[in-house]
């Protein structure tokens, strides 16, 4: 399976922190929110100076 194939399971502590930003979020809202903020964060981690890519 492909890590893009693979189901993200949200726990209740960050979804009520969704739900208070944003109000009630469908599934197709969720979905671009959370690849959003994943897209930043691998953004960031490929800023670092220290990043070092994994051997493929």
């Given at each position: 399976?492909?890590?893009?194939?693979?189901?993200?399971?949200?726990?209740?502590?960050?979804?009520?922190?969704?739900?208070?930003?944003?109000?009630?979020?469908?599934?197709?809202?969720?979905e671009l929110i959370v690849n959003r903020y994943?897209?930043?964060?691998?953004?960031?981690?490929?800023e670092d100076e220290n990043f070092t890519p994994?051997?493929?």
């Amino acid at each position: 399976m492909e890590l893009k194939d693979r189901v993200t399971i949200i726990n209740k502590r960050n979804m009520n922190g969704l739900s208070q930003l944003y109000g009630k979020i469908s599934t197709d809202e969720l979905e671009l929110i959370v690849n959003r903020y994943l897209a930043i964060a691998i953004d960031e981690i490929m800023e670092d100076e220290n990043f070092t890519p994994a051997a493929m």
